[in-house]
Structures are given as C-alpha cells and as structure tokens.
C-alpha cells in the first residue's frame, strides 16, 4: 500500500488547510487511518485517527475542536480539516493506515506511512 500525503502549506496563525492522504490500493477502507505530525527536534505524535467505517475518531487534547478526520471509502482518502491553526501546529504531517480496523491513540500499530507534507502557521 502507498499513501499519498498532500495539502500542506503556509498559512497565518488562526487560517486551516486540509490534508488528503491518497491510498493506493483499495484495501485501505479495511484499517484503521491516522494523521501524525513531528515538529524539528520533537517525537512524531498522532493527531487523529478514524476507524475503518468512519463512525469512530480520536483527537490529541492539542487538536480537538479544531481538526476534522474524515474518510471516503469510496475514494480510498483520508482528509484532515485544520481550522484555527496555531503556530504550534507546525510540522510535517503524515498519514499512516494501522493493522487493525480501529481508530487506535498512538502510533503502535501503524504499517504503512505516507510521505510528509509540510504545515507552517504563522503568527
């Protein structure tokens, strides 16, 4: 399975982005997805994840309220709605599909990652 990241940018503290992480195979609705993120000098740390059917999700306590995870299926992406970024949002983002289906907390677990895309908020 390749996942795909992309949507990153720049944008000024309190502006959103989205994130879409592509998958390349259609097995991807069987697992579980997350989004995680490492800023410079930091340990990479989940920000949300989703479960396979899209009716369960987890948010770090830094993120919730303000993100969004959602996925289709259909599609075979994953999206993750930023709203009222922060400055300390900064860092690169991933996408990454767990072994099992659940919306899991951390990153044990993860098989498969995308590439990173950057997310730079200014102040």
């Known amino acids: 399975v390749q996942l795909q990241a992309s949507g990153g940018g720049s944008v000024q503290a309190g502006g959103s982005l989205r994130l879409s992480c592509a998958a390349s195979?259609?097995?991807?609705?069987?697992?579980?997805m997350g989004w995680f993120r490492q800023a410079p000098g930091k340990e990479r740390e989940i920000v949300a994840s989703?479960?396979?059917?899209?009716?369960?999700?987890y948010y770090s306590d830094s993120v919730k309220g303000r993100f969004t995870i959602i996925r289709d299926n259909a599609k075979n992406t994953v999206y993750l709605q930023m709203n009222s970024l922060r400055p300390e949002d900064t860092a690169v983002y991933y996408c990454?599909?767990?072994?099992?289906?659940?919306?899991?907390?951390?990153?044990?677990?993860?098989?498969?990652w995308g590439q990173g895309t950057q997310v730079t908020v200014s102040s």
């Open positions: 990454g599909q767990f072994r099992s289906p659940a919306a899991a907390t951390t990153l044990r677990g993860v098989h498969y």
């Open positions: 195979r259609r097995t991807v609705s069987n697992n579980g």
């Open positions: 989703i479960n396979w059917r899209g009716g369960d999700t």
